[in-house]
């Protein structure tokens, strides 16, 4: 069974640009949460995507942004960048057959912002 | 705002010796999970707990769930080097979905 998978890997733009993020859930998950850890720091909780919606999103400026496809895979999109959004996004799946479940995270997408 | 706190930060442990790390929220949780950052790595799912009170074990390592279901904590015994990264705790506030993590642990283990 294919993991969670990320693109790009890395991800360089200057300040003011705009970034995409892309996640591919483990196949027959519906929910995507996006999470920032910015380095040698914890996880931050951006989004939580379910069935094509918006679910929930955490304490992050309307500039961060997304959408889950009917496929379930999921985009995060950050516009006018800032240096202080340097940091790994993680994109975790998970199956909603039973209410709680574990999440499997992706790989990250290491963005640097110059 | 909704805040989950680990303690300690950083531990560094001589191989053999064993390593605590709890977890404190400032609201009620519907369940907690644990997870586990190599570095380098993403996390990765360790155990979820969800009653009051409930002990779960794993070879040398121990979760617990608070009474009060508002702190964890999870004990390694006998920690070795393949122990090294950072240890979360998750759970979402009840009536909610929304996962908050905790600030993490990170464990070094010296050989």
Not at chain 2, 31 to 50: A, D, E, M, S
Request: charged share 15%; net charge positive; glycine share 10%.
């Amino acid at each position: 069974e294919a993991g969670v998978t990320q693109s790009p890997t890395h991800l360089i733009k200057t300040r003011g640009q705009q970034a995409t993020l892309r996640c591919s859930p483990i196949s027959g998950h519906t929910s995507v949460y996006w999470y920032q850890q910015a380095l040698g720091l914890g996880l931050q909780f951006l989004l939580w995507y379910d069935e094509g919606e918006e679910r929930n999103r955490g304490n992050f400026p309307p500039r961060f942004s997304g959408r889950q496809f009917p496929n379930y895979s999921s985009e995060l999109n950050v516009n006018a960048l800032e240096l202080e959004d340097s940091a790994l996004y993680l994109c975790a799946s998970s199956s909603r057959d039973r209410i709680y479940n574990e999440q499997f995270f992706g790989p990250g997408t290491r963005l640097t912002v110059l | 705002g909704q805040q989950v706190m680990q303690i300690p930060q950083y531990q560094h442990v001589q191989e053999g010796e064993d390593f605590t790390t709890y977890c404190n929220s400032s609201t009620t949780l519907s369940n907690i999970q644990w997870y586990k950052q190599r570095p380098g790595g993403h996390p990765v799912f360790l155990i979820q707990l969800v009653k009051s009170g409930e002990v779960k074990k794993q070879k040398r390592l121990t979760f617990q769930f608070g009474e009060a279901k508002k702190n964890s904590s999870l004990h390694i015994t006998a920690t070795q080097t393949t122990d090294v990264g950072t240890y979360f705790c998750a759970g979402p506030p009840s009536g909610t979905y929304k996962y908050i993590f905790g600030t993490g642990t990170r464990l070094k283990v010296l050989a």
